[in-house]
T-cell receptor, first 116, second 121 residues
Framework: DAKTTQPPSMDCAEGRAANLPCNHSTISGNEYVYWYRQIHSQGPQYIIHGLKNNETNEMASLIITEDRKSSTLILPHATLRDTAVYYCIVRVSDGAGGTSYGKLTFGQGTILTVHP | GAVVSQHPSRVICKSGTSVKIECRSL??????MFWYRQFPKQSLMLMAT?????????EQGVEKDKFLINHASLTLSTLTVTSAHPEDSSFYIC?????????????????FGPGTRLTVL
């Protein structure tokens, strides 16, 4: 699976949009971009994923550049409860099979701190 | 959404004892479950992939005789840390794949448990 690069930490004011970048310049055509977050001492929580089109759900939006070498996770109105470590992961599409089937490889992520 | 539970949520044991951690998918069937370990201020590290009815696949550097994994049913996988030592103290997290969503790339098919905090004295 392709490697990702994220800033180690970011700050955001409560109520403002949080934009978390991720570089994945070696991403392959069959690899999806996934975002998870981990609040302290809890298991990771799925946020959103996409292949090449921008995606939006009730939690966030995912913007993927046209060349797919980078993406941005957007939390439109950050709250204090969004303080967490955010992980950007690229992995082969489900159904690809092989030994990496379903595996998620976590990097160091971005520590997002939302302050009042 | 799909729910994955882990039991116990935290455990303290003496050095040399064995500890079993359970991972259950509560409202879906999971042919594949994954076990991760996370040390303080570090990221999650995949330990092994557990497939129902077959032997687990361990990542490089993970001792299969020390970390015994059993996936006897479509809703339960267990991780047993044998002869635990203080260096095994960590946060152990499982995830489970919903087989009914396999191949449906528009949906997220993998769900994480809340984690188990193991402290070995």
């Amino acid at each position: 699976d392709a490697k990702t690069t994220q800033p180690p930490s970011m700050d955001c004011a409560e109520g403002r949009a949080a934009n978390l970048p991720c570089n994945h310049s070696t991403i392959s055509g069959n690899e999806y971009v996934y975002w998870y977050r981990q609040i302290h001492s809890q298991g990771p929580q799925y946020i959103i994923h996409g292949l090449k089109n921008n995606e939006t759900n009730e939690m966030a939006s995912l913007i993927i550049t046209e060349d797919r070498k980078s993406s941005t996770l957007i939390l439109p109105h950050a709250t204090l409860r969004d303080t967490a470590v955010y992980y950007c992961i690229v992995r082969v599409s489900d159904g690809a099979g092989g030994t990496s089937y379903g595996k998620l490889t976590f990097g160091q992520g971005t520590i997002l701190t939302v302050h009042p | 959404g799909a729910v994955v539970s882990q039991h116990p949520s935290r455990v303290i044991c003496k050095s040399g004892t064995s500890v079993k951690i359970e991972c259950r998918s509560l409202d879906f069937q999971a042919t594949t479950m994954f076990w991760y370990r996370q040390f303080p201020k570090q990221s999650l590290m995949l330990m092994a992939t557990s497939n129902e009815g077959s032997k687990a696949t361990y990542e490089q550097g993970v001792e299969k005789d020390k970390f015994l994994i059993n996936h006897a049913s479509l809703t339960l996988s267990t991780l047993t840390v044998t002869s635990a030592h203080p260096e095994d103290s960590s946060f152990y997290i499982c995830s489970a794949r919903d087989w009914s969503l396999a191949g449906v790339n528009s949906y997220n098919e993998q769900f994480f448990g809340p984690g188990t905090r193991l402290t070995v004295l």
